[in-house]
């Protein structure tokens, strides 16, 4: 696939992927009041999401891998477009639950496809700027699903805005029907084969410039070594996030006395410092050549982000805090994806995302259920300091990787 003549579109898909996803997350509790659900039953139905989240990755990865990321992305287009209607037209808990693991489902594999088709159509001189346009333009649809959602919720019925998303998806399934794919000229690489072959570098890989390879170095991880080393990283910084997503706006009702709307403000700030701030982190990110290194920065960001709330209720300061921590996140996540597709080899680099995007999941799970023993038996403080905790472990294990590969041989 031509990644520069279809970025816009992949750009496209993915903002109105996201917005759609995001519109829903205020309605939920306004829909599942309105048909006389329980506590209970929500909890299971957004909890469903999750599960579905975590089991998405790797059949997304072998559904890119079976039928090419253009039909790939219009299959996950098409069950999140059922998901929506079946959301506006439903009134059953039952049917409310199987959708809501379907929309989990579909999300992953979204994230799956087109981060492997960046990856496989990229190169190290683009695939953070990529991957940078990209988390951008989900940025986007994080900030404006909300806010286009609440306006509807006010002025019409409830399933309006759930027929809004499934038109989005629609015109999103439309808009990957336009994407132009080219003949596939890579390698590929047999099971026994693509064990052999446990990093690119620039001479395994002429796409990657000598630039961009570390210099001199032979240290080499295993594929084992790598799953496991990027399947940590990312568990620890998906923990790290749902904590926060999940406990900030307790934190600033109950610690600094905040408002509702100047919690949803700060959101804001994170959420248009990361649109903002993605494609220029995924442009730094091709020119250092030292991927990992500005994955470190920007969770170091990140904790910045933590330590100014948990030192001081000040607006102006937390919102400072906010914008660090949103360019702290696009960092991240433009390097991450971006050097796995340059040490991932070819022929296994979607199923290693599938799997990395799976476990990271689990950690969405685990974290806000640790936090929520903290804040039973600790404090809501305890329960940052467990996030500030998550987010050194990520940096450090990043440190040791990346210390393997720039290592010399003997």
């Excluded at 959301?87 to 999300?107: D, I, K, Y």
Aim: some cysteine; overall charge neutral.
């Amino acid at each position: 696939m031509d990644i520069r003549r279809n970025l816009p579109l992949l750009m496209i898909i993915c903002f109105l992927s996201q917005m759609g996803g995001f519109m829903i997350l205020p309605l939920f509790p306004l829909f599942i009041e309105e048909f006389g659900l329980s506590g209970w039953m929500m909890g299971v139905i957004f909890a469903l999401f999750y599960v579905g989240k975590v089991i998405g990755g790797v059949p997304a990865a072998a559904l890119y891998r079976k039928l090419g990321g253009q039909r790939a992305l219009i299959v996950m287009l098409f069950i999140l477009a059922v998901c929506m209607g079946g959301f506006a037209v439903s009134s059953a808990a039952l049917l409310f639950g199987l959708l809501r693991l379907l929309q989990g489902l579909a999300s992953t594999g979204l994230t799956v496809i087109v981060r492997s088709i960046i990856g496989d159509g990229g190169n190290a001189d683009n695939r953070g700027l990529y991957n940078g346009y990209i988390s951008s333009s989900e940025g986007g649809g994080m900030v404006l699903g909300p806010v286009i959602s609440g306006w509807l919720a006010l002025h019409w019925p409830l399933s309006v805005p759930f027929l809004l998303v499934t038109l989005c998806c629609l015109i999103a399934m439309g808009t990957a029907m336009g994407i132009k794919s080219r003949p596939e000229s890579k390698q590929k690489f047999t099971a026994e084969e693509r064990e052999q072959l446990p990093n690119l570098d620039s001479e395994a890989n002429p796409d990657i410039p000598i630039k961009h390879a570390y210099a001199g170095s032979r240290a080499r991880l295993t594929p084992r070594q790598q799953l496991i080393g990027y399947g940590t990283v990312h568990f620890l910084e998906m923990s790290a996030y749902a904590v926060f997503l999940t406990y900030f706006a307790l934190y600033a009702a109950h610690m600094m006395h905040w408002d509702p709307f100047a919690t949803s403000l700060a959101f804001t700030v994170a959420g248009i410092s990361t649109l903002a701030a993605a494609p220029v982190a995924g442009y730094l990110s091709d020119r250092m050549g030292d991927r990992l290194l500005l994955c470190m920065l920007g969770m170091l960001m990140i904790g910045i982000e933590v330590v100014v709330f948990l030192s001081t209720s000040s607006y102006a300061w937390v919102y400072v805090g906010m914008l660090i921590g949103g360019v702290g996140g696009a960092c991240y996540m433009d390097s991450f994806f971006a050097h796995i597709g340059d040490h991932i080899p070819d022929a296994g680099r979607s199923e290693v995302i599938g799997k990395i995007v799976s476990a990271a999941e689990i950690g969405s799970i685990i974290s806000p259920l640790i936090a929520a023993l903290l804040v039973e038996y600790v404090s809501l403080y305890a329960v940052f300091v467990f996030n500030l905790v998550l987010i050194a472990a990520a940096i450090a294990v990043q440190a040791v990787m990346r210390s393997r590969y720039r290592a010399k041989q003997g």
